[in-house]
């Protein structure tokens, strides 16, 4: 009993102070004062474009194990445009993984933090685009992975994230609209850091 209560305070205060520290998000854009792309930390090479909207394009990239310090994390991206010749106002983007991975996710599964941005559609020119405005929104959602005494404690396998994290939904609301889509996607330990 004793055993126990000790993990699950350890989980509760690990699962708190990370809420705080892991959900970085980063929005980007093509937007007309821009002279340099920001570039994904996890080195993307090619993603997945999806066809499942009729209003976005959609392209999903496999999520890479990385090390932060001496921290592990997850690191997923998804880029969304627009598809249509429509602008597309108040954009709210949210990624969040499979229940599934919860308990190796220092802070628990809990969406993205809520975006609100302007997609502009291909027809208008560069230098009509608002300071509010862009061609779309690179989603980098960065997950800090559970300490290892804790997954030790619980009984489970760092290996078992590369299943598990490869089911990720995306739910995007705009003009009183919704799309939610659940993805497969490619989980991968590049650098070969989980234990």
């Not at 090479?45 to 394009?57: C, I, K, P, R, W």
Request: contains cysteine.
């Amino acid at each position: 009993m004793v055993a126990e209560n000790s993990t699950m305070l350890h989980s509760m205060a690990t699962k708190g102070i990370a809420a705080l520290l892991v959900s970085v998000f980063i929005l980007s854009s093509c937007a007309k004062n821009e002279e340099v792309q920001p570039q994904p930390s996890s080195g993307y090479n090619s993603g997945t474009d999806l066809a499942v909207s009729e209003v976005f394009t959609i392209t999903t990239y496999p999520a890479v194990v990385e090390q932060d310090g001496g921290d592990l994390r997850l690191v997923y991206r998804v880029d969304v445009g627009n598809a249509t010749k429509d602008a597309i106002p108040n954009l709210n983007a949210q990624i969040s993984p499979s229940a599934a991975l919860d308990q190796y996710l220092a802070a628990g599964i809990h969406p993205s933090p809520e975006t609100d941005f302007d997609i502009a559609p291909d027809s208008k020119a560069d230098g009509d685009l608002g300071p509010e405005e862009g061609r779309g929104i690179e989603i980098n959602d960065y997950r800090l992975l559970s300490d290892p005494q804790f997954i030790d404690d619980a009984g489970l396998d760092y290996k078992n994230i590369l299943n598990l994290g490869s089911e990720l939904t995306l739910t995007l609301k705009w003009d009183d609209k919704e799309e939610e889509h659940i993805v497969d996607i490619e989980v991968t330990d590049p650098d070969n850091l989980l234990p």
